[in-house]
């Protein structure tokens, strides 16, 4: 049996209900965090970080107010992470704008979107709960609105209780 190219790039490749999610771990952190694409299959976790950030990815994905709790690698700008924690701090089912970020850290809109697209966290970072003012904004450098990243985003943001995007959780995948 061929092994599927890429798939040596992680750690674990986690099935859930919105598609795959790549765990990238070295030591006893977890480096980074990858949508991907649908052609992906499952892998199983090759170590304990990647099988902690499994559990606690299908955790989440049975309970939006559940917590992360894992050990991650620190990464990004000082920007970057200020944008991040700012990120994190949003409530469960809420959203804001990225002009609305950007005056509350006192930076413009478009640089916090560079910030949010840059994430290496996504989930326990959720920069889906940030949306342009006219809509669904992007995600993970993408603004394909039929793409699956964008479909990632909306079940989400549905999941969490964002009533806007409620009516996509039983449409997507």
């Not at 790039?9 to 790549?22: E, H, N, Q, R, T």
């Not at 006893?28 to 099988?51: I, N, R, W």
């Not at 006192?106 to 290496?120: D, F, L």
């Not at 959720?126 to 699956?148: E, I, K, M, Y």
Request: glycine fraction near 10%.
């Amino acid at each position: 049996m061929k092994k599927q190219q890429g798939s040596e790039l992680f750690s674990a490749i986690v099935d859930l209900p919105f598609g795959k999610l790549g765990v990238r771990t070295a030591g006893q952190l977890v480096t980074e965090l990858c949508y991907l694409a649908p052609h992906f299959e499952a892998k199983p976790a090759q170590d304990a970080v990647a099988e902690l950030a499994a559990g606690q990815l299908a955790a989440y994905c049975a309970d939006p107010d559940f917590v992360f709790a894992l050990p991650l690698a620190r990464v990004g700008s000082d920007f970057q992470r200020k944008v991040w924690d700012s990120i994190a701090a949003i409530p469960r089912g809420s959203v804001r704008t990225y002009g609305e970020l950007a005056r509350h850290i006192g930076s413009a809109p478009r640089a916090v979107g560079q910030a949010c697209g840059a994430n290496w966290f996504p989930l326990v970072v959720p920069c889906h709960r940030v949306t342009s003012a006219s809509g669904l904004g992007g995600f993970a450098h993408s603004d394909d609105q039929n793409g699956f990243l964008l479909g990632v985003k909306r079940w989400l943001l549905a999941h969490e209780g964002a009533s806007e995007y409620a009516w996509h959780q039983t449409t997507l995948l």
